[in-house]
């Protein structure tokens, strides 16, 4: 005999599929989805579907937009000699929070892993190789992960970058201790890291 009705064994049965969710979360809001009014998982529905038919990448950048060029790029105040390279989505978002640039940027859309079978050409490589062209962009600032996909792509597009002759700045985020962090708590690669990337101050 099934534990659940059907209904509510398929709808689990896709909420286990998101990411981050397992069978205990599924049912949670399945649970949660049930006791809401009518009109909420039909609005939800509704808005599911307008993202996936609204929502693209942007043409330049590969940002997520519901117009192209996205907002980022067609915005006239942002300085425009300078590209910000990132892994995802949730990576610009995080840099944007913070106000600490005013660049342009340009997402990846993933890392080289081999593991997963995915090499530089699943990546946007050759999009912004053709956007670093551009006599207006002055910097290529490399801003993938401290994980060793992200190492390993930002040596790959350094080395491309370099074998396609662009002669720009070309820099790595900085990668180092937390302010207030104690050094014996550090773990073994942000200390390799703040060592590597040290800055000379005398």
């Known amino acids: 005999m099934a534990l659940y009705p059907k209904p509510m064994e398929e709808l689990v049965g896709l909420l286990g599929k998101l990411p981050g969710l397992g069978p205990k979360s599924a049912l949670r809001i ?41 907002s980022i790029c067609q915005d006239p105040k942002r300085d425009r000699s300078s590209i910000l390279v990132v892994e995802g989505p949730g990576d ?22 081999p593991l997963d079978r995915i090499g530089p050409e699943e990546l946007r490589i050759n999009l912004l190789v053709e956007r670093v062209k551009d006599p207006e962009v002055l910097e290529v600032i490399i801003a993938t992960n401290p994980t060793f996909q992200g190492e390993a792509t930002a040596s790959y597009l350094m080395d491309v970058l370099a074998k396609e002759g662009i002669r720009k700045r070309i820099s790595r985020i900085a990668i180092g201790l937390p302010m207030g962090a104690d050094l014996k708590y550090i773990d073994k690669a942000t200390l390799e890291h703040a060592i590597r990337h040290r800055k000379e101050i005398l």
Do not use: M
């Open 92 to 113: 610009l978002y995080a840099v944007e929070e913070s106000k600490a640039y005013r660049g342009l940027y340009h997402i990846l859309h993933g890392t080289i892993s």
């Open 30 to 70: 399945a649970l949660y989805l049930l006791n809401q009014p009518k009109e909420f998982p039909i609005t939800l529905g509704k808005l599911i579907q307008d993202f996936k038919e609204q929502v693209r990448l942007c043409s330049l950048c590969q940002n997520l937009s519901d117009s192209d060029p996205c």
